[in-house]
């Protein structure tokens, strides 16, 4: 399964919202998706996306910063774990599960524990912190091949800005999905969304 690298951040999504939410945003391009673990009954819109679209989609969750998780996560059906941090013990359960690995990190010393764990890319964040500049930096000296996602200040509106300094893609949340947000918001917006990174993109 090839993806678009932008990963839709539901936070705070329900359950009953979460399957046609799902849908519109994989309609419009966008594949990977996460619930973060903060938001309601998260393991139950998990499970909900993932029995609809496992197949079309990689379906996880973000904020998962527990051994613990990764399981329930796993038993929910997904195939996708983010963090906010880097923890080893994390990664290592992801990756033994079998799921995607995508940590956050700020610092070249978090960048390589994140590697060497096992992290399919990593999730610079809060990217608006670093900047476009610290990522070019950061990436001087990573892995060749190395993915990066930047995450919290990265945008339709500046898109383009990141890619010059390296980034493969972007983990975007409120500028798709907030609490009240209607699946016909969520679709326009996704749409928007693709078109934006699209023309940054050519």
């Not at 973000?62 to 880097?86: C, W, Y």
């Not at 060497?116 to 890319?121: F, L, P």
């Not at 892995?143 to 983990?171: C, H, Q, R």
């Amino acid at each position: 399964m090839s993806h678009l690298p932008l990963i839709a951040i539901l936070r705070g999504v329900t359950q009953s919202e979460a399957a046609p939410i799902a849908e519109v945003l994989i309609d419009a391009g966008i594949t990977q998706i996460e619930v973060p673990l903060n938001s309601p009954d998260p393991f139950e819109s998990i499970k909900a996306m993932a029995d609809a679209f496992s197949d079309v989609a990689l379906i996880g969750a973000g904020t998962v910063l527990s051994v613990e998780d990764v399981g329930r996560v796993a038993q929910a059906g997904g195939k996708l774990i983010v963090s906010p941090n880097t923890d080893q013990r994390v990664i290592v359960a992801t990756k033994t599960a079998g799921m995607a690995s995508w940590p956050g990190v700020m610092t070249p010393t978090e960048c390589f524990a994140a590697l060497k764990a096992g992290a399919d890319g990593l999730k610079i964040f809060p990217a608006s912190l670093l900047g476009p500049e610290g990522i070019k930096a950061i990436r001087a000296v990573l892995p060749k091949g190395t993915l990066i996602y930047a995450v919290g200040g990265a945008g339709a509106d500046n898109f383009g800005e990141w890619m010059a300094a390296s980034a493969d893609g972007f983990g975007i949340g409120s500028a798709l999905y907030k609490q009240g947000f209607s699946v016909v918001d969520v679709k326009a917006r996704a749409i928007d969304m693709v078109a934006a990174y699209n023309a940054a993109k050519s």
